[in-house]
């Protein structure tokens, strides 16, 4: 008796697994989130797996239909994320990213599920993106970020490709009025190094120096582990934390890393990582800093 053979991968099906790279970059930066937006992706898939062969055959570009179904599926979670926020406990930060070959998730990782890392995904640029509305973020990561024309962005979000214009151009300006000089990436290094040794050193006027008089330090722990529940602004507050978090937290080693593609530091506790931190360095001062603690969003880092 012969065995049945596994069903041939048709040229449609390898096109739309071909897809799901573009898919996870596109969702992950319009919900700063990488388990959102791999739930977005599989979501996706999902529904074309619904569809019958017949109208999956029927459908001329795979690649754009689902681009269009993660988008909306994407536009409906920022719709209800501000109610989720409203429940989360103490701030809330997007989910910090590795360089891709520093993933640790404790399995093999598909090259296609790792984000890849450019300005769109600095997290500056991601907390920035929090302050627009739904349809503003994702017309303009589409349209601004992912070149795609605002006809096909109208039919995504439901407007006129003319509002889709008005759109793109509200989320430019908040993001031309956010924007500062950028430094280059090897003073950045430099600063995040100095601030690193500082802290190890317990130097508070070394760590004051390196900040902005009015820099702010924001902390996510999810309510799942301590972590500060609102801002601390100010270069002297900031610093006096710091050093507190080193008395608190013995045995704590900081690793320079880059976070978001741009250079971070990553805090382990028996070589597993316990907070990843991020920065926004305008000169050559710190003017935010990011820490993030929740494990929930330290899966990239830290091998299970």
């Known amino acids: 008796m012969s065995t049945p053979s596994a069903p041939e991968l048709g040229p449609t099906l390898s096109a739309i697994m071909s897809e799901r790279g ?25 529904r074309w797996y619904a569809m019958s062969r017949e109208q999956q055959e029927a459908i001329a570009s795979p690649g754009g239909w689902l681009t269009t179904v993660t988008s909306r599926i994407c536009l409906d979670v920022l719709g209800s994320a501000r109610a989720r926020r ?3 406990v103490g701030e809330w930060i997007p989910e910090p990213l590795p360089e891709p070959a520093e993933w640790l998730t404790g399995r093999p990782v598909d090259p296609a599920d790792r984000v890849t890392l450019d300005e769109s995904i600095n997290m ?3 907390v920035m993106l929090e ?3 739904p349809a503003e973020r994702v017309t303009f990561i589409l349209h601004d970020v992912f070149r795609y024309p605002f006809g096909e962005v109208a ?6 490709p003319a509002a889709c214009r008005q759109l793109a151009s ?4 908040r993001v031309q009025a956010a924007q500062a000089p950028t430094t280059p990436a090897s003073r950045q290094a430099d600063i995040v190094r100095a601030f690193k040794q500082a802290w190890e050193a317990k130097d508070i006027e070394a760590l004051i120096d390196l900040l902005d008089p009015a820099a702010t330090a924001i902390a996510d722990g999810g309510g799942l582990v301590n972590a500060l529940l609102r801002p601390v602004e100010g270069s002297e507050q900031i610093a006096r934390y710091t050093v507190d978090i080193t008395g608190r937290a013995p045995g704590m080693t900081m690793l320079e890393r880059t976070v978001n593609g741009r250079p971070g530091l990553v805090a382990q506790r028996d070589g ?5 931190i991020a920065f926004d360095i305008v000169g050559d001062r710190i ?17 299970a």
Do not use: C, H
């Open 287 to 303: 003017n935010q800093i990011w820490a993030v603690r929740n494990p929930g969003k330290l899966r990239p880092w830290t091998a």
């Open 155 to 160: 039919e995504i979000v439901g407007r006129t």
């Open 170 to 173: 509200s989320a430019r300006r």
């Open 86 to 88: 409203e429940r989360y």
């Open 22 to 46: 573009q898919l996870i970059n596109l969702a992950y930066r319009l919900l700063g989130s990488l388990a959102d937006a791999e739930d977005a992706v599989q979501e996706t898939y999902a």
């Open 272 to 276: 597993v990582t316990v907070m990843v």
């Open 131 to 133: 302050s627009m509305t």
């Open 124 to 126: 500056a640029f991601l």
